[in-house]
């Protein structure tokens, strides 16, 4: 769209006469300031001519900028269409940045809770690791008391046996 209304600026408003209502008009501004100079200095007989100069120019001016009005308003629309068409997407992405956000701050929430739930089940692995290897422990003593115990039964069983043979 703004290619289009590009062009249809280029159509419409040629340089050549843009430039020359420019002119125009700044040729207006430097007659009323020498007609500003002339009543500073109090040079009135110029004043009657430098008015007519200006009334000249100005009506000259009207009638060129009257020739550019239609085209002007031709674009004016397209440009009040272009700006709806900007602000009608300007909600849209406003609705989509809005949506966006949520999601994402979905799933961050989403990760933070996976997050504590890994860190969680890891100290939970790690205890359930810490007692496993305690309990072997525990399971090994055992077994060393119960093996010891044997041996010094077996021992006092075999001294008995001697004894008594």
């Known amino acids: 769209e703004a290619a289009a209304l590009r062009r249809a600026c280029k159509e419409m408003l040629s340089k050549r006469r843009v430039q020359t209502l420019g002119n125009a008009a700044d040729a207006i501004f ?15 007989q110029h004043l009657q001519k430098i008015a007519q100069r200006i009334q000249q120019k100005t009506r000259r ?45 979905w799933w961050f929430h989403l990760l933070d809770l996976l997050g504590k739930i ?15 290897l305690c309990y072997l422990g525990i399971c090994y003593n055992a077994k060393s008391a119960a093996y010891k115990l044997a041996e010094v039964t077996y021992g006092a069983a075999k001294k008995m046996l001697a004894h008594q043979a």
């Open 30 to 44: 430097r007659d009323i300031d020498q007609m500003k100079l002339s009543i500073h200095t109090g040079e009135y």
């Open 61 to 105: 001016f009207q009638e060129k900028f009257q020739e550019l009005r239609p085209n002007l308003e031709v674009l004016l629309g397209h440009v009040e269409r272009v700006a709806k068409t900007c602000e009608e997407h300007g909600k849209v992405s406003e609705e989509l940045l809005h949506s966006t956000e949520a999601r994402r701050n």
């Open 118 to 132: 890994l860190t969680v089940g890891s100290g939970a692995l790690l205890f359930g690791s810490c007692g496993s």
